[in-house]
T-cell receptor, first 114, second 112 residues
Framework: KAGVTQTPRYLIKTRGQQVTLSCSPI?????VSWYQQTPGQGLQFLFE???????NKGNFPGRFSGRQFSNSRSEMNVSTLELGDSALYLC?????????????FGPGTRLTVT | GNSVTQMEGPVTLSEEAFLTINCTYT??????LFWYVQYPGEGLQLLLK?????DKGSNKGFEATYRKETTSFHLEKGSVQVSDSAVYFC???????????FGTGTQLKVEL
């Protein structure tokens, strides 16, 4: 069974630009969550999607948005990039919404903002 | 809100030494507790979990017991190997949905 895939793996953008990251969950999984990982703030929850609906949102500005498609693939978008958005963005998929269940993480997208 | 506190790293041990990584939490209700491991350049992998008080999670020689009275979930391994070198994250979920609250992570280095 293929794992969670994230594309692209690496990305370099300039301040003020926008970026879209993609996450394909494990086949059959309907829940996708996104996390930002930085050396200073650690792992922080961005949002969770289930059946194309955002179910939970972390404490991030509105520049961070996401969506989920009918095939459960998810994208997250960051507009007007800031230097502080440089981070590893991880997505995790799960079979269902309610735990305690195992969430499977992808390898992440490393975003560098210059 | 929910929070997780982990001991600062890095932790450096010799191969076959005993490992303890402390983790305490603050949460409302009855959270589930997890340990995740992150190897260089990779995403997170679930190492073990416990869903209620006094549960013991175990995997690959690692163990952790859910202690509600001390709000702790310390990770232990009796004999570490060089291949255990990684960053370990304690996490909890609770309050509905799959949101995980993570600790800051503890880097473990195991030397020959």
């Amino acid at each position: 069974k293929a794992g969670v895939t994230q594309t692209p793996r690496y990305l370099i953008k300039t301040r003020g630009q926008q970026v879209t990251l993609s996450c394909s969950p494990i086949s059959g999984h309907r829940s996708v969550s996104w996390y930002q990982q930085t050396p200073g703030q650690g792992l922080q929850f961005l949002f969770e999607y289930f059946s194309e609906t955002q179910r939970n949102k972390g404490n991030f500005p509105g520049r961070f948005s996401g969506r989920q498609f009918s095939n459960s693939r998810s994208e997250m978008n960051v507009s007007t990039l800031e230097l502080g958005d440089s981070a590893l963005y991880l997505c995790a998929s799960a079979l269902q919404r309610e735990g305690p269940i195992e969430q499977y993480f992808g390898p992440g997208t490393r975003l560098t903002v210059t | 809100g929910n929070s997780v506190t982990q001991m600062e790293g890095p932790v450096t041990l010799s191969e076959e030494a005993f490992l303890t990584i402390n983790c305490t939490y603050t949460a409302t209700g009855y959270p589930s507790l997890f340990w995740y491991v992150q190897y260089p350049g990779e995403g997170l992998q679930l190492l073990l979990k416990a869903t209620k008080a006094d549960d013991k999670g175990s995997n690959k020689g690692f163990e952790a017991t859910y202690r509600k009275e001390t709000t702790s979930f310390h990770l232990e391994k009796g004999s570490v190997q060089v291949s255990d070198s990684a960053v370990y994250f304690c996490a909890l979920s609770g309050g509905g949905g799959n949101k995980l609250t993570f600790g800051t992570g503890t880097q473990l280095k195991v030397e020959l």
